[in-house]
């Protein structure tokens, strides 16, 4: 894997003539927080900060995807998914490594050509954390902060303003070839000096049990559901969350994001639901995440971000709930 150093106008100079030919997309501020938008210019791309408010999903699993229109003549499909080419700037390891997660689901068995076509089409530039945020726990979930899972270009900050750039896939040669300067074995060791420096500062562990489904019938999903306000809010931040409805807006139908939060989230068109209950929605929720999901894809629909807790309303914390399965369910 190549290492190059570059200083912030370097690599000022190799974004800027992308705007020409591809989308960009970047962190951003808006009413004094960070999200990931598209943008016109580089020069409003943020460069120091924690992590954003949305994860990069939604860029490869849209809000809402039309899926075809019904016309007089027929049935219409619309092609989906990003055709132009993207560069996706900054994304934390751990949002990275979300999409790897969801690439299990969207190309697998099935496969949803959308979800193919923007991932295939899209240059993902992570950014390596230095200071993880008080609520992240991806080290105990097999993340790190200096992780460059599913990255095409892994970008270290070991300066200011200067920057330790990997190359981690072909397709990102083109963009940086010839650039910048070979790292230094004194480069090499500041970054992994930091890269320490970031894993120690992580304090949150998780412990997911081995027999998660022997806790399955307890009423402790009713004790610790209890606060939720059904917001929805930690599956629409979720980097992982997958779940999508099928609804008909007029003459066309929609995929849009759901939420195990909704009161409707497995009612039948008949009347019928399974999980008519609140706390069984929210035991689904952990369950699809901690168990369902590890035995499907080999894989937890987890990443340690930590936005379920920080921005739910009532401050439902998921690493307590798993933690507290072990101590108090599975004694």
Known sequence: MDKLVLDKNELLNIL???TKSYEIIGPVEEDENIYFRPVDCIDDVIWE??????SIKEFFFPQRQILYEVKRSGVISVEAGSEKKRVLLFARPCDVRAVTILDKLFISDYEDRAYTSSRKNTIIVGLSCLKPREGCFCLSIGGNPFGIEGMDVSIAVIDEGKFLTSIVTNRAKDILEGKGIKAQKEELQKAERLKKKAEQSIKREIHIPQDLLKAFESDYWKDISWACLKCGVCTYLCPTCHCFDIVDEGFFRVRCWDTCSSDTFTRMASGEDPRKNKFKRYRQRIYHKFSY?????????????????????????VVEIINNINEKVLL
């Not at 971000?305 to 739910?312: A, F, H």
């Open 16 to 18: 800027k003539p992308l």
């Open 49 to 54: 900060f924690d992590n954003a408010v949305n």
């Open 293 to 317: 999901y590890k035995q499907n894809f080999d894989e937890y629909a987890c990443v340690g971000c930590g936005r379920c807790t920080e921005y739910c309303p009532v401050k439902t914390d």
